[in-house]
C-alpha cells in the first residue's frame, strides 16, 4: 500500500491551501516567547523540484502554485517560506510541509517527522537532515500517539496522509479523539481531499461533533484533468490559532479569482 509519491501532486491547489494555512499558523505561534512542538504523521520528501519528470506528467503545479504564488503579498509567510525555499534548493523548488516547518520554527522548538514509504524516507533525510530534525520511519499514528503529550506541550501537529489507504477516513477521528484527550492543549491540523464521491464526509461529520469548536475550510476547484476526481481541499483544524478564520477568509477570495 506504500505507493503513493507527493512529487506527483506537489505544489498543486490542496498544497497551497495547506501550506499556507501551515506557514500562517506556526508564524503566529513563534510569537510568543515559549518554545513549542511540531509533529507531522506523513511527512513526504520535505522539497521538490517542480521541474522534475514526476511533476510535469501531471502538470499540478502549472495550475497551483504557478498561478497563486505572486497574488500572496511578499510578507505573507507562506511567500516567505517559498522565497528561502528557492535560495537553499533553487529556482524550481517547493517546499513540503515539513521544510515549511523547519524554516519556520526557531532553535528552542522541537520538530519530530514519520514517514513510512522507504524512498520518501530516504529523500525527507538527506533533504532535511541539515536541521537535526527527529525523522522516523514508521507509521505516522503509531508516532503521534506515542509522543503526545510532546515537551515542550505547546505545539501543533499536521496530519497529512494520501488516504490511499481507505480506512483512513474511519480511522483519523478515532486517533484524534485519542490524541486531544491526551493532548488537550495542541492545534492539530488535518488535511483531506475533496473527492466527486465525498468519502470525506462522514469523517467530518464525526470530527465536528466530537469538536464542535474546531475550524474547518474547504475550497473547491474544476478536476485539473480529465478523470482526476478531486474536486476540492479541506483543512480541519482543533485549537486553532486567533486569526485563522480571517486567513481562511483571505484564502477563498484569492481561490475565487481563478
Known amino acids: 500500500m506504500l505507493s503513493y509519491q507527493h512529487i506527483y501532486h506537489a505544489g498543486n ?12 499558523m506556526l508564524d503566529y505561534m513563534t510569537r510568543k516567547d515559549k518554545p513549542l512542538t511540531y509533529i507531522e504523521t506523513h511527512a513526504g520528501r520535505g522539497v521538490y523540484d517542480l521541474t522534475a519528470p514526476e511533476a510535469a506528467k501531471t502538470g499540478e503545479a502549472a495550475s497551483g502554485i504557478a498561478l497563486l504564488e505572486k497574488r500572496f503579498p511578499p510578507n505573507h509567510p507562506y511567500r516567505q517560506r517559498l522565497d528561502q525555499t528557492r535560495a537553499l534548493f533553487g529556482p524550481n523548488a517547493y517546499p513540503g510541509s515539513p521544510l515549511v516547518a523547519a524554516l519556520s520554527l526557531r532553535e ?13 524516507h530516504a529523500a525527507l533525510t538527506q533533504a532535511m537532515g541539515q536541521w537535526g530534525l527527529h525523522i522516523e520511519k514508521r507509521d505516522g ?5 506515542a509522543l503526545t503529550p510532546p515537551t515542550p506541550r505547546r505545539g501543533l501537529m499536521l496530519i497529512d496522509p494520501s488516504y490511499e489507504v481507505k480506512a483512513d477516513y474511519q480511522t483519523i477521528p478515532k486517533v484524534i479523539g485519542q490524541i486531544a484527550r491526551k493532548w488537550n492543549v495542541g492545534t492539530i491540523a488535518l488535511w483531506y481531499p ?20 474546531s475550524f474547518r475550510h474547504e475550497l473547491r476547484f474544476p478536476p485539473v484533468r480529465d478523470g482526476h476526481k478531486m474536486i476540492g481541499t479541506g483543512m480541519w483544524i482543533l485549537n486553532p490559532p486567533y486569526g485563522i478564520e480571517d486567513e481562511g477568509a483571505a484564502l477563498s477570495t484569492l481561490f475565487r479569482a481563478l
Open 108 to 120: 528552542t522548538d522541537a520538530i519530530h517527522l514519520a514517514e513510512l514509504h522507504p524512498q520518501e
Open 141 to 145: 499514528f503509531e508516532l503521534a500517539l
Open 194 to 213: 475533496i473527492l466527486a464521491d465525498g468519502p470525506h464526509g462522514p469523517m467530518l461529520r464525526d470530527l465536528m461533533a466530537a469538536h464542535p469548536d
Open 13 to 24: 491547489l490542496a498544497d497551497v491551501q495547506k501550506h499556507a494555512l501551515l506557514a500562517f
